[in-house]
């Protein structure tokens, strides 16, 4: 079976610093996994999803993750936050190679201060 | 493209009432999917479509039926509120074609009260 866990319901950074969210899933079969964001009063906006391949993937906004098979860790980072980052992220992992399920993480709220 | 669209943005129900949640997509996406947000729970899938004609549940599908009324309609029905009910639901849809291509979007959610 499938599991996402988020470690950290709420972070907060000033503006400028470092962005680092934490996702650690299991999987019994080679995992897809995904980040999505979700804006306030919005539905979730995939940032970047890891298939196979290079194991750091960049996606929009400047957001990166890498996976680490070794650690079971699919963290999200960004160099520098900026006031338009604050919202809410969500690790997911694909539930099977062939299903179209996903599960998701219970999310991350991200803060940034001025 | 409007995408996924999802009426209404919201609603209030007394216990025991009934209603449908419609959800459209105009990206002629072959899946569709309903998934509910509840605080500190992130997502889960209540009901999901693979293709036109077909339906299948999901994590929590107890109390919700579904129509998958054709390729771009998906609706989600509540028989008889109950206030656990309370959530904000999400429709999505995906190609549902290429597991590494595959990614779901979603609408903008129905926010739920059951008094």
């Known amino acids: 079976a499938q599991s996402v866990t988020q470690l950290g319901s709420h972070v907060s950074v000033s503006e400028g610093a470092l962005v680092l969210l934490r996702c650690n899933y299991s999987s019994s079969v080679p995992p897809y996994l995904f980040w999505y964001v979700q804006y306030p009063n919005q539905g979730l906006q995939l940032l970047l999803k890891y298939t196979t391949g290079a194991t750091l993937v960049k996606g929009i906004n400047g957001f990166e993750a890498e996976f680490k098979k070794s650690e079971t860790s699919f963290h999200l980072t960004k160099p520098s936050a900026h006031m338009s980052d604050a919202a809410e992220y969500f690790c997911?992992?694909?539930?099977?190679?062939?299903?179209?399920?996903?599960?998701f993480g219970s999310g991350t709220r991200l803060s940034i201060r001025p | 493209n409007a995408g996924v669209t999802q009426t209404p943005k919201f609603q209030v129900l007394k216990t025991g009432q009934s209603m449908t949640l419609q959800c459209a997509q105009d990206?002629?996406?072959?899946?569709m999917y309903w998934y509910r947000q509840d605080p500190g729970m992130g997502l889960r899938l209540i009901y999901y479509?693979?293709?036109?004609?077909?339906?299948d549940k999901g994590e929590v599908p107890n109390g919700y039926n579904v129509s998958r009324l054709n390729k771009r309609e998906f609706s989600l029905r509540l028989e008889s509120a109950a206030p656990s009910q309370t959530s904000v639901y999400f429709c999505a849809s995906s190609t549902g074609q290429g597991i590494l291509t595959d990614t779901q979007y979603f609408g903008p959610g129905t926010r739920l009260t059951v008094l």
């Open positions: 479509s693979a293709s036109e004609g077909t339906t």
């Open positions: 997911a992992v694909r539930a099977g190679s062939s299903a179209s399920k996903i599960i």
């Open positions: 990206m002629n996406h072959n899946s």
